[in-house]
């Protein structure tokens, strides 16, 4: 394993520009996860990073010796590099790193051709803060949402901050950034529901199952009237209490955990009525 303590090394100021560039992400075409967790992640999903940073203290770290050990012995093509614990510290993020970097290839997801699968797809249009993008990429995930649209001016999907949110939970979905999501919505076969306060019918109200495709817009703008217009079913979160809005990553989670429980209570009661024959 090759160990850098220069900052002056190319390695270190790839990193750092990683870590802070949107721009220099996407030229690159490259990723840093930050943490055990993120790396568990990726690699339970089958993805193989490109490269693995290690600080000195970290390559001493239980759970980080035993991801070493099982990259060194099922990927041995990726490259592992050993950071001065100074080093790696200027580069991550996170206040109290855990010692652990990975390098991973950002994907472009072509379109779902899996017609087995019931479409469950989410657009996003304008959603500006990391935190609440990775929250709303993380309830996705867990509520099995296969597909995610995010307009131009949206935040990167793949920034640390994004990343750390998410909790993981890009490995599992197919992200589509700068998408134009007019264009999206004409393609969807299903139902395309769209959330906002006005004209909207009560979200608990309305038949969810199916193919679906649910739009968020920004919490200042709320959906664009051209994707409104787009939109068969708009809905709203009835709130009886004195806010007048919900943050759109916890509108988010509340809407798609609505279809997954509609979907469930159908299957219940199909199995309770075999069941009763």
């Known amino acids: 394993m090759r160990h850098i303590t220069s900052r002056e090394h190319p390695l270190p100021k790839k990193l ?10 996407r030229d690159e075409g490259v990723a840093l996860l ?23 203290s970290g390559s001493q770290h239980p759970e980080i010796g035993q991801l070493l050990l099982h990259i060194q012995k099922h990927l041995s093509k990726v490259d592992c590099v050993m950071l001065s614990d100074t080093l790696f510290s200027q ?16 994907p472009r997801p072509a379109m779902s051709a899996d017609t087995d699968q019931t479409p469950f797809w989410i657009s996003l249009e304008g959603i500006q803060d ?9 309830s996705a ?11 131009a001016g949206c935040a990167d999907s793949w920034s640390p901050k994004t990343l750390r949110a998410g909790m993981g939970a890009h490995f599992s979905l197919r992200i589509h950034e700068n998408a134009d ?12 529901v769209a959330t906002t306060l006005n004209q909207a019918g009560n979200l608990y109200q309305t038949d969810l199952r199916g193919a679906a495709m649910f739009i968020f817009g920004s919490e ?8 409104l217009e787009m939109a068969q079913q708009r809905v709203k979160i009835p709130m009886p209490g004195c806010a007048e809005s919900l943050n759109v990553a916890a509108a988010a989670a509340i809407c798609l955990f609505e279809k997954v ?9 199909d199995e309770s009525s075999t069941g009763s024959k």
């Open 220 to 227: 200042g703008g709320g959906v664009s009237q051209k994707l």
């Open 34 to 56: 930050d943490g055990t967790h993120l790396l568990q992640s990726c690699l339970a999903s089958g993805w193989v990073p490109e490269q693995l940073i290690v600080s000195e």
């Open 130 to 138: 990391p935190g609440n993008l990775g929250s709303i990429l993380r």
């Open 16 to 25: 750092l520009k990683l870590q802070h560039s949107a721009r220099y992400r």
């Open 141 to 151: 995930a867990a509520a099995g949402v296969t597909d995610i649209f995010l307009s």
């Open 181 to 192: 999501l007019v264009q999206i919505a004409h393609r969807f076969d299903g139902k395309i």
């Open 261 to 269: 429980r509609q979907e469930y209570s159908i299957a219940d009661t």
């Open 91 to 106: 580069i991550s993020a996170v206040k109290t790193p855990v010692g652990v970097l990975a390098l991973v290839n950002i």
